[in-house]
């Protein structure tokens, strides 16, 4: 535990904050992290588009949030080889909050299939025994009842992992990634929003380790950069960001149902930082309080600034 401490020093050292406090769904940041941006005008289109909503009715939910987006057809053409990563990462049930939510992760699959893709795959690399997280997350029985053989949550297969050149990195120039999620037609990240005890938040940008192979662990060192990094090379079509529960602490794993707040909250995006930054308002923290979204903003990956996110909420 000293090591992790010391290594979060390391990475995150202006991050601190309290997650004792109620969390609200409203939007009062304006992070000036990524100073080059320009200020939004009225009418610009060139601002990022996020779409949120709240509910009960989760599959609901999800394709509600999508369609603020433009719809799962402005993803998915049809025939494409569709990659849905979620995270399965924990031997957790879902009320845990540890993994992303089943009925999501079921729903975006459907939309996939609805939209014409010729195949969907669903994988993640756990940290827990693998098949026990992917049978108790809910998510592996979720997929099996849809009973349709273009739909697959398939275990990793070490032999696929495939030394990728990072050149756009400043710290980490090269990794091994798992090819399915290199050559998906369309890449679709599911993380769910939860504390982490390195990374500050665990979001959009940080489910991105669930692609990868080799020691993990040395990433942690430098992490919120070595994540951007990783990001120039892992770049989701959409990003649908699960805070149907949201773990406040003793993340990632959690393990106590008083660690969980139900928020029953989807956000959905093109733009995969722009989607952790009002993730990470759910939190009660400003976007710039998270380094690995800071970092990739100042990469040129996408939008940290509130004012140049158009938050597009569910009537």
Known sequence: MNRRRFLQSLAYGSISWSLSFPLVLHWPFSSTANSSEAPATPGDLSLAR???GKGKDYPRLVRQVVALVGGMKAFVKPGALVVIKPNIGWDRPPE????THPLVVRTLAEMALEAGAGQVKIFDRPCNETRRCYHNSGILPAIKAMDNRKVRCEYIDRRKFVTTPIRQGR???SWDIYRDALEADCYINVPVAKQHSLAGLTLGLKNSMGVLGGNRGQLHRQLAQNLADLATVIRPA???IDATRMLLRNGPQGGRLEDVQINDTVLASSD???ADACATVLFGLAP???GSTVAAAGMGLGTVQMSRIKR???P
């Open 96 to 99: 845990m909050a540890a993994n």
């Open 50 to 52: 996020v779409g949120i």
């Open 272 to 274: 995969p930082v722009a």
């Open 312 to 314: 597009i909420e569910r």
């Open 171 to 173: 710290v980490l120039k």
């Open 288 to 290: 710039d309080e998270l």
């Open 238 to 240: 959409l990003t649908v």
